[in-house]
């Protein structure tokens, strides 16, 4: 059974920084795509980066020139490298694996920012 970890929330002040990391587990293959998503209450769940396993990263507008996302292939893993965060920033993060038709899910966790 394919796992996602999350690693890395916490609370962070206005112009902060934090690294999320991800791993997988149980799994034997490549994800064709991971990333990183997020969900404050209330609202859908929202896209923040997401990494082809060719290395092609896309970013949700609010976030370009703050956040880096990167992958290890060989590994299964994911980071999410933010900085200068800000207070609309706080959210559920989660972690995402793409494989064939498949959405795979890590538990999330959580990031605030306080102002």
């Known amino acids: 059974q394919v796992q996602l970890v999350e690693s890395g929330g916490g609370l962070v002040q206005t112009g902060g920084s934090l690294r999320l990391s991800c791993a997988a587990s149980?799994?034997?293959?490549?994800?064709?795509?991971m990333g990183w998503y997020r969900q404050v209450p209330g609202k859908p769940r929202e896209l923040v980066a997401r990494i082809t396993s060719g290395g092609a990263a896309d970013y949700a507008d609010s976030v370009k020139g703050r956040f880096t996302s990167s992958r290890d292939n060989a590994e299964n893993t994911v980071s999410l490298q933010m900085n200068t965060l800000k207070p609309e920033d706080t959210a559920v993060y989660y972690c995402?694996?793409?494989?064939?038709?498949?959405?795979?899910w890590g538990r999330g966790t959580q990031v605030t920012v306080s102002s």
């Open positions: 995402w694996g793409a494989y064939r038709n498949n959405d795979y």
């Open positions: 149980g799994s034997i293959f490549r994800f064709n795509a």
